[in-house]
């Protein structure tokens, strides 16, 4: 879980208000319960067809599997609910002889939870019931036991540290902070506290508290345009992202409107593709800032449609994607009260950021070419 962990709190530090004074921050990062299952699914269910052995004996007799979880919230708490699939059994005459065979359903209820020190989070199973697939309680005694030993500390596996985080954090905001603001980081990042956190019906809401100063407030530096070699990488970036989005939204399960809601998501993408290409390419006044111009006129449309989108990624790109639009959701919220560690929605911001995105894909700083023949 490091990679999830490192980008939900670069969300929150992504977010630091510019300030000449040190204050506490708060930001509240919201995960939805699609998400959390894509990550889960990535993380912790390695086997075919969502599935993990939550258990076996050395002489492969007796197992037992979860399988398919689907997470929502119940009374505060996040629910999974898992297939199961059970055998208990016995070596006799180098054969097995299968004692209990049973198929059902597994629920927890899962309550998000502080450490004292605020730097841990973690999901303690606080209700586990099994039920057949008739909806008939599970009344085999073996099995509750081997349930409750086996699979409820498996589920309950899932904690977010801080204290791993930190040096990953660091790594991943470096590219994106000028030298003269690296000690600031660190400093913030040392200061990291989650404070709250709290499940509803649509997801998880973690509040990250930290400090924050900034000693220099007296303006952001500009980002020249990008050149002919980091324009064509940063085309190669946008098209790679946009075709896997679009790609997705045919596969999305939009409830309502869903043509006129996909129809709508491929036209704000367009704008942003052309938005973000004046921004790069050309110098703006701030008022007149095409990439602060999308924002500010698509921003409401765009977010839950990506949202939708998203949750149909492989695990770590739908995480990435929507901690993204999570990030640009609340900055867009926050910007009016300045610029977080130096980043900005405009079309320097942009500049800087897409110079970062270059570099992490290209760390030699050499340009792709194809090879011929």
């Not at 509040?207 to 064509?232: C, D, F, R």
Request: with cysteine.
């Amino acid at each position: 879980m490091s990679k999830m962990r490192t980008l939900l709190l670069t969300t929150g530090l992504l977010l630091t208000a510019q300030t000449s004074m040190a204050r506490e921050i708060n930001i509240p990062v919201p995960m939805e319960y699609g998400l959390i299952k894509s990550v889960l699914v990535s993380e912790l269910y390695d086997g075919p067809n969502e599935s993990v052995r939550a258990w076996k004996d050395g002489k492969q007799c007796s197992f037992l599997d979860l399988d398919h979880p689907q997470i929502s919230g119940e009374q505060g708490q996040v629910k999974i609910q898992n297939n199961v699939q059970a055998r208990v059994g016995t070596a006799l005459g180098g054969k097995c002889m299968t004692l209990i065979e049973w198929s059902g359903i597994l629920q927890t209820l899962q309550q998000p939870t502080l450490d004292a020190s605020g730097n841990v989070l973690s999901f303690p199973v606080t209700q586990l019931n099994a039920f057949d697939r008739n909806g008939q309680p599970l009344n085999i005694a073996q099995l509750q036991s081997l349930i409750k030993k086996a699979a409820e500390p498996k589920l309950a596996a899932l904690k977010i540290d801080l204290n791993q985080s930190r040096p990953d954090i660091t790594k991943t905001l470096l590219p994106f902070i000028a030298a003269e603001d690296s000690e600031e980081l660190h400093d913030t990042i040392n200061s990291l506290r989650f404070n709250q956190v709290k499940a509803d019906e649509k997801g998880i809401l973690i509040n990250v508290g930290y400090s924050a100063t900034n000693q220099n407030a007296g303006g952001l530096k500009a980002a020249p345009i990008l050149n002919e070699a980091e324009l064509k990488q940063w085309r190669s970036l946008w098209q790679g992202w946009q075709a896997s989005l679009e790609k997705n939204i045919e596969k999305a399960p939009i409830a309502t409107n869903a043509d006129a809601s996909r129809a709508s998501l491929r036209d704000v993408l367009q704008k942003a593709g052309v938005a973000f290409e004046q921004g790069l390419t050309a110098e703006y006044v701030a008022e007149n800032d095409p990439v602060r111009k999308f924002f500010n006129s698509s921003w409401d449309v765009l977010a839950p449609l990506l949202r939708d989108a998203s949750t149909q990624l492989p695990g770590n790109s739908s995480l990435r994607y929507v901690t993204l639009i999570a990030a640009t959701d609340l900055m867009y919220e926050l910007e009016s009260i300045g610029s977080p560690l130096g980043l900005e929605v405009s079309s320097n911001g942009l500049r800087k950021l897409a110079r970062s995105l270059i570099a992490h894909e290209n760390p030699k700083g050499k340009t792709k070419t194809k090879r011929k023949g």
